[in-house]
């Protein structure tokens, strides 16, 4: 295993974990008439998710930890 596949694995599962987890708590507290608030929102998770998946990945990259894995019973 290289690199890359621990700064792959960290960033996809926070990305996608942190992404829609502020789009479902963002819902809840939206106004729906307003169409720019939605797009605020979806942009500011985007943003969030991403910074903070690159951030974590690079540093996973460097420290090698290794990923969550299901145990067997």
Known sequence: MNRFYYFKI???SISAGLFVGIIVYGL?????SKKEALTKL???ALFTATCT????GIL??????????????
Do not use: C, E, V
């Open 28 to 32: 809840f507290d939206l106004d729906f």
């Open 10 to 12: 960290t960033f996809l």
């Open 42 to 44: 979806i942009l500011k």
């Open 53 to 56: 998946g690159f951030m974590l």
């Open 60 to 73: 996973n990259m460097f420290f090698k930890l290794k990923p969550f894995t299901t145990s067997k019973a």
